[in-house]
């Protein structure tokens, strides 16, 4: 059983991102981030909810 709140991602939500393994999907805004889970609305796929524990954004 994981703890959400054991883990807290350094991004905010404003912020410019980039997914190192899907460049194009294009900058992305940080909608939120709440614990591990950050929800991404990119240029060219919309809204996308990540895990910051496996996927390390890139700030742009």
């Known amino acids: 059983m994981s703890d959400q709140s054991a883990f807290r991602s ?3 939500p404003g912020q410019w991102v980039m997914h190192p393994d899907h ?4 900058p992305g805004q940080v909608q939120s981030a709440i614990g ?3 929800t991404v609305n990119f240029e060219h796929v919309g809204k996308i909810m990540l895990d910051a524990r496996i996927i390390e954004l890139v700030v742009i």
Do not use: A, I, T
């Open 10 to 12: 350094f991004l905010e």
């Open 23 to 26: 460049p194009e999907w294009g």
């Open 36 to 38: 591990s889970r950050v």
